[in-house]
């Protein structure tokens, strides 16, 4: 199964936009992260439908919603604090709003961090039973 990376960033307007690193004419946009995730499933079913279909739109293929910093933070503010941010990266809270609202870019080594805090979250949730 091959990987289709979509870069998700929020414009400067308040909307959210997409594209895809592998596949020329997939974009998408739309008011919320939920929108444009649609708008971008939309577009491939249309490619889908033409002449020449993409290579790999014909095989199994998963898709990767990459962020940047900035719009993850944005994204996910309605749903994680910034002391949760900080709980789960170990960055303190003030450097979470900076990297939030645009103010600093985050290294590598602190990008990392917060991926890997998601990622931790999302094993613990992924394990819960009720």
Known sequence: MKNLTIIIEKAQDGYFSAYSE?????????ESVQDVKQDILDG???LKTLDEVPT???DDYKLIYKFDTESLLQY????LSNPGFEKLTGINQ????????GLKKPREDQRKKIEAGLH???KELLSIEL
């Open 94 to 101: 003030k450097l979470i709003h900076q990297y939030s609202t």
């Open 44 to 46: 491939i079913e249309t």
């Open 22 to 30: 592998d596949v020329d004419g997939i974009y998408g946009m739309g």
């Open 76 to 79: 996910y503010k309605g749903i």
């Open 56 to 58: 790999i739109l014909k």
């Open 120 to 122: 931790k979250l999302g």
